[in-house]
Structures are given as structure tokens and as C-alpha cells.
């Protein structure tokens, strides 16, 4: 239970930085080709509210840290797309004391109560064995190897300027490089922090980590939220349901009962999450559409970031 409390709150706040980073990176000069990707990372590290939402991404990866510290990395990770579920939640309890902001609709609903029920459900079909603390190194090393190639092809496929299909790929590059990052801390946190330095679960740790925030940062600069956002919600749990038996023998539950369960779960938290996540990125592109809206409450002109902001506030990732 103390994982998953834990878990619940790293989503929170990863949901949080999810919403400064899209903004910081949505607001940025566009280009193409590498040399563009190096001048966004410049302009990123120098803009102070990307630093706070990349403040708020440390602490939801210290609380993810603790939650697979003392938890199963298949249970734990799934967890984390309940931010989705969360932000829509608050923007509900928020949003009636501002008549100008739109409240969420019945599929919002909907897809939220899939989410919580597809991962009430999997979480009770899973069973997993309790597995090791540490990870099997060659299915490591092929996890990692797999992230950087993907990254790789995602990079070369996305620099020239005639590309199609760039937030697609970028998120997909960001997505399987999350899920191993999440893999790659259960390592780390199996270990004592002072055997850190010898292993190389940390260079791969930052490493991946890195290339994934860059990717997604790419991603959400290349296009509409719409086309990388629940691309990069769903890869991160997926990668980590199927690479957590190989990786720390976390084997979920035998038997076609079981089995079943487990699908119906995951089928229900992806349909939701990519419903959630689409209606999040709709209402982004909707609201940039129309401009800035006037104001019932004041009528003065709000400023052009809150309806962006507010879009944003629907979804959670890095």
C-alpha cells in the first residue's frame, strides 16, 4: 500500500511538470534538422519555467524512486497513468469558480473511470511473484540497446525537414525510453547507493533518461499534443508489463482466468488513457485555434498561455 500511495503521488507531480514542459517547449521558436534540436535544449535550460516543471519531474521521479524501492515494478509503473484521472479530477473541483473555463465532458468521464477500472482490474489479475531486486543483465542490456536504437532511428527519421509523422515517432522513441528508465531505477534502488558508482544501471539510467526527455520535448515541439501524448502514455506501462518477468522475474499470475483479467485490464487503462489524452490535446488545439477568449468574470483579455495551460492540465507525462 505504501507503494502505490507513492506511486499516486509521483504521478501527481510528474502530471504537473508534464503541463510546464509542453508549454515551455509548444512556445519555442520552431526549426528542423539537428542543429534546431540543440538550440531548443539551449533555449529550454535557460527558461525558468521549464526549470520548475523539470523541478517537479525530480520530485515525482524521487517518489517513483521510493515506490519501486519497496514495490513491484509492474504494479508501480502502470500506476503512474493515473495522473490522467488525477488532473481531470482537480481541473473539476477547480474550474467552477472560473464560469470561463471548460468543464469536463461524459467522455472525459468515461475514459477516466476506464482507466481506474482497467488498472483496478489488472492489478488484481497480476498476482505478480515477488521476483528480484535486481535486474537479469542481458535482457537489461537488450532493453537499453532497443531504447537507444529506437532513439536513434526516431532522431534520423525526424531531422529533415520533409518528414512526416515527427511527433509520432519522437513520441514513440520517448515513450519505450520512459518504461526503461522506470526499469532501469528498479535496478538502482534494488542496490546500495554507495555500489551506485560501480554499476552501469546509472550511466544507462542517465543516459536513457536524457535522450527520452529530449525526444519528448522534440515531440511536443513537432506537432499538436494530440499526435504524441497518448502515444507516450501508453508505450511507458506497456514496456514495462512486458519487460518486468525478463528483467526481475516479476511473472504475472498463470492460468486463462488470469490472463484474461490481465488483457481486459490493460485494454481498458490503453483505451483510456489514449481517450483522455486525446480529449486533453483536442481541447489544446481548439482553444489555440480560437485565441485568447474574453474574460466573464473581469472582461479583460486573458492572457494567451491559460487557455493552453488549462488543455495541458488533462494529462501527465515528463
Request: charged letters at 15%; hydrophobic letters at 55%.
Amino acid at each position: 500500500m505504501t507503494a502505490v500511495l507513492l506511486a499516486l503521488a509521483s504521478a501527481l507531480a510528474f502530471s504537473i511538470a508534464t503541463v510546464v514542459q509542453h508549454r515551455a517547449a509548444a512556445s519555442a521558436p520552431q526549426g528542423r534538422g539537428l542543429p534546431a534540436l540543440a538550440r531548443l535544449a539551449g533555449r529550454l535550460l535557460r527558461n525558468p519555467a521549464w526549470l520548475a516543471g523539470q523541478g517537479a519531474a525530480v520530485l515525482g521521479l524521487a517518489l517513483h524512486a521510493l515506490a519501486l524501492r519497496g514495490g513491484r515494478v509492474v504494479v508501480v509503473q502502470p500506476l503512474l497513468s493515473s495522473g490522467l484521472v488525477m488532473a481531470l479530477a482537480l481541473g473539476a473541483l477547480v474550474d467552477p469558480r472560473h464560469h470561463d473555463r471548460p468543464r469536463p465532458d461524459r467522455v472525459e468521464w468515461a475514459a477516466a473511470a476506464g482507466v481506474a477500472a482497467g488498472l483496478a482490474i489488472f492489478l488484481v489479475a497480476a498476482r505478480p511473484t515477488a521476483g528480484t531486486q535486481l535486474a537479469r543483465p542481458v535482457p537489461m542490456l537488450v532493453c537499453v540497446a532497443g531504447a537507444l536504437v529506437v532513439a536513434g532511428a526516431a532522431a534520423v527519421r525526424s531531422a529533415p525537414a520533409t518528414a512526416r509523422h515527427r511527433p509520432l515517432w519522437l513520441a514513440t522513441a520517448a515513450g519505450l525510453g520512459f518504461g526503461v528508465t522506470g526499469l532501469l531505477l528498479k535496478d538502482l534502488m534494488g542496490r546500495p547507493v554507495t555500489r551506485w558508482p560501480f554499476s552501469w544501471s546509472l550511466p544507462a539510467f542517465l543516459v536513457i533518461g536524457a535522450v527520452s526527455v529530449l525526444m519528448a520535448q522534440w515531440a511536443y515541439q513537432a506537432g499538436p499534443l494530440i499526435h504524441s501524448l497518448p502515444v507516450m502514455t501508453v508505450l511507458e506501462p506497456l514496456v514495462v508489463i512486458l519487460a518486468a518477468g525478463p528483467m526481475f522475474g516479476e511473472w504475472l499470475a498463470p492460468g486463462a482466468l488470469a490472463h484474461a483479467g490481465q488483457l481486459l485490464g490493460v485494454l481498458a487503462l490503453v483505451s483510456g488513457v489514449v481517450l483522455l489524452s486525446r480529449s486533453a490535446a483536442r481541447r489544446e488545439t481548439d482553444e489555440r485555434a480560437h485565441g485568447p477568449n474574453r474574460s466573464s468574470a473581469g472582461g479583460g483579455v486573458r492572457p494567451p498561455g491559460d487557455a493552453h495551460d488549462r488543455a495541458l492540465a488533462r494529462g501527465p507525462l515528463r
